[in-house]
């Protein structure tokens, strides 16, 4: 094929989707229904849970999970399904409320799209202490308000925001890959918080063994009590800590500043490339506290 002929077939196809483009942007600014290009209808469904169970499991959702406190001491999950996706929930025999969803579909079906007006799954539980939460959505937020006590939480998405208010006695991960993670409930034990585009949060640290934050854009602010072993880091974003580390923190980024409070009576290490440096004055220690920037300040006073 000619190099001129290959030219003209590229060109001519980006004209094709740039007319697309610009057809369906001219739909929806005159308010156009994109709901009559749908070719599944969802209806609403609900699930009256009445066995008793100590966790709850929600996979392979695709919409919004929220999780609310029950007004009547019962359980209740409402959704909206269609013929072919659709969803199943349970209590197995280990005692875990699962709720998962299902598409039936076959792949060619899958091409055409859909539009489900109401895109979350509620999920009403008493308020009671529960083992474990586990709960992942492929394009939603996650949201858990107070009231809730978990041992475990396990919370993750890939396109969506996670703000979860409950209590954690032992372990916490929460884990994005675009939006913000916000934690205000009391936090314990083992804390590890991942998200690639997005600020870290964690309001409410009590008695942490440690505690992971990592972010690529955006900034890290834990504030609370006790952290034995503290990491953070971040590439675009700057970190501020309002919580007392009693052995290690280590604490990197490449954009951004690193501010906040330690104990006295620690030695440190700090660098900045292309910024100040401002930490108390080292003593022999066994603690080991290390910050570093590359174009940022650093500025640690004692507490």
Same mark, same amino acid.
């Given at each position: 094929m000619k190099k001129s002929t290959k030219i003209s077939l590229l060109v001519s196809l980006a004209l094709v989707i740039i007319g697309a483009v610009l057809i369906f942007v001219s739909l929806m600014v005159v308010g156009f229904d994109m709901?009559?290009?749908?070719?599944?209808s969802f209806e609403k469904k609900v699930f009256d849970i009445t066995d008793s169970f100590d966790g709850?499991?929600?996979?392979?959702?695709?919409?919004d999970i929220e999780i609310y406190l029950s007004d009547d001491k019962n359980c209740?999950?409402?959704c909206y399904d269609s013929e072919k996706?659709?969803?199943?929930?349970?209590?197995?025999?280990?005692?875990?409320?699962?709720?998962?969803?299902?598409?039936?579909?076959?792949?060619?079906?899958?091409?055409?799209?859909?539009y489900?007006?109401?895109?979350?799954?509620?999920?009403?539980?008493?308020?009671?202490?529960?083992?474990?939460?586990?709960?992942?959505?492929?394009?939603?937020?996650?949201?858990?308000?107070?009231?809730?006590?978990?041992?475990?939480a396990h919370l993750s998405v890939v396109n969506g925001k996670i703000h979860c208010s409950a209590d954690?006695?032992?372990?916490?991960?929460?884990?994005?890959?675009?939006?913000?993670? @916000?934690?205000?409930?009391?936090?314990? $034990?083992?804390?590890?918080?991942? &998200? /690639? +585009? =997005?600020? #870290?949060? @964690?309001?409410?640290?009590?008695?942490? $063994?440690?505690?992971?934050?990592? &972010? /690529? +854009? =955006?900034? #890290?602010?834990p504030d609370g009590e006790i952290i034995k072993y503290f990491q953070a880091h971040s590439v675009n974003g700057s970190i501020k800590f309002r919580v007392s580390v009693s052995d290690r923190m280590h604490m990197n980024t490449v954009n951004g500043s690193i501010t906040g409070t330690v104990p006295a009576n620690k030695s440190y290490t700090a660098q900045s490339t292309n910024g100040s440096v401002n930490v108390p004055d080292s003593v022999n220690d066994n603690g080991d506290f290390y910050f570093k920037t590359v174009n940022g300040n650093i500025d640690i006073k004692n507490k």
């Amino acid at each position: 094929m000619k190099k001129s002929t290959k030219i003209s077939l590229l060109v001519s196809l980006a004209l094709v989707i740039i007319g697309a483009v610009l057809i369906f942007v001219s739909l929806m600014v005159v308010g156009f229904d994109m709901r009559k290009f749908s070719n599944i209808s969802f209806e609403k469904k609900v699930f009256d849970i009445t066995d008793s169970f100590d966790g709850v499991h929600v996979s392979e959702i695709t919409d919004d999970i929220e999780i609310y406190l029950s007004d009547d001491k019962n359980c209740k999950i409402i959704c909206y399904d269609s013929e072919k996706i659709y969803h199943e929930c349970n209590v197995n025999d280990d005692g875990q409320l699962m709720i998962f969803c299902r598409d039936d579909r076959p792949w060619y079906e899958k091409i055409g799209f859909f539009y489900k007006e109401i895109e979350k799954i509620q999920i009403y539980l008493p308020n009671e202490l529960y083992e474990e939460i586990y709960a992942y959505s492929t394009n939603g937020n996650i949201t858990i308000p107070k009231g809730f006590t978990f041992d475990e939480a396990h919370l993750s998405v890939v396109n969506g925001k996670i703000h979860c208010s409950a209590d954690v006695l032992q372990n916490l991960t929460a884990e994005t890959t675009n939006g913000d993670i @916000a934690l205000d409930g009391e936090l314990n $034990g083992k804390i590890h918080a991942l &998200t /690639t +585009n =997005g600020k #870290i949060v @964690a309001k409410n640290i009590k008695n942490a $063994g440690s505690a992971d934050f990592t &972010t /690529t +854009n =955006g900034d #890290i602010e834990p504030d609370g009590e006790i952290i034995k072993y503290f990491q953070a880091h971040s590439v675009n974003g700057s970190i501020k800590f309002r919580v007392s580390v009693s052995d290690r923190m280590h604490m990197n980024t490449v954009n951004g500043s690193i501010t906040g409070t330690v104990p006295a009576n620690k030695s440190y290490t700090a660098q900045s490339t292309n910024g100040s440096v401002n930490v108390p004055d080292s003593v022999n220690d066994n603690g080991d506290f290390y910050f570093k920037t590359v174009n940022g300040n650093i500025d640690i006073k004692n507490k």
